[in-house]
């Protein structure tokens, strides 16, 4: 179900908006997450039509995000932590 939600996104090439400086994404199945390096938070969009569901904050710099099948996992570079969400 998610890869036809995914596909049909990735098929009409939408643009969805975040905020400042995105560096990495990861999907959850139902939605995409973007770490924003500016604004030190991760942006959560629906991924079937880009609603954005919010921005929560996390360390300095996110840089990297994964998905555990739980959590969301963002990697903070200068302080060398990595923040659950």
């Known amino acids: 179900m998610a890869t036809l939600r995914w596909y049909e996104a990735n098929e009409t090439g939408p643009d969805f908006s975040i905020s400042s400086a995105p560096r990495a994404v990861a999907f959850d199945g139902t939605n995409i997450w973007v770490a924003n390096g ?45 923040s659950k969400r």
Do not use: E, H, M
Request: zero cysteines.
């Open 38 to 82: 500016v604004t030190n938070n991760v942006t959560k969009l629906r991924a079937s039509d880009g609603a954005n569901l919010g921005s929560f904050a996390v360390g300095n710099d996110p840089t990297g995000v994964a998905f555990d099948g739980a959590n969301i996992w963002v990697a903070n570079t200068p302080n060398n932590t990595v």
